[in-house]
């Protein structure tokens, strides 16, 4: 059974850095790009970062020059580093395997509150 899932949620505060990271099991992650996305109470799921996997990446506007989404293929896991983070950061936190033919893989989500 393929299964993503994501740790290293929690409070911080405005300003602050926290690290998530999304395990997978019954698959490589090595064979596919990698992601994180988001949502707020009340909004649409949004991009967060997404990596390649070849190691590009790209990360949506609002985070850029604030977090990084990194790989390591041998510990089967995805980061996402976010640093001086905003309230408005404030989401659940979800990790996704991107696949071309079968349905994509997601994670449960990890809550991340950011305080002032």
């Known amino acids: 059974q393929v299964q993503l899932v994501e740790s290293g949620g929690g409070l911080v505060e405005a300003g602050g850095s926290l690290r998530l990271s999304c395990v997978a099991s019954?698959?490589?992650?090595?064979?596919?790009?990698m992601g994180w996305y988001r949502q707020a109470p009340g909004k649409q799921r949004e991009l967060v970062a997404v990596?390649?996997?070849?190691?590009?990446?790209n990360l949506g506007d609002s985070v850029k020059g604030r977090f990084s989404i990194s790989r390591d293929n041998a510990k089967n896991t995805v980061y996402l580093q976010m640093n001086n983070v905003y309230l408005e950061d404030t989401a659940v936190y979800y990790c996704?395997?991107?696949?071309?033919?079968?349905?994509?893989?997601w994670g449960q989500g990890t809550q991340v509150t950011v305080s002032s």
């Open positions: 996704r395997l991107q696949r071309s033919v079968v349905p994509d893989v």
């Open positions: 990596i390649t996997k070849g190691g590009s990446t």
């Open positions: 019954g698959i490589s992650i090595g064979l596919y790009p």
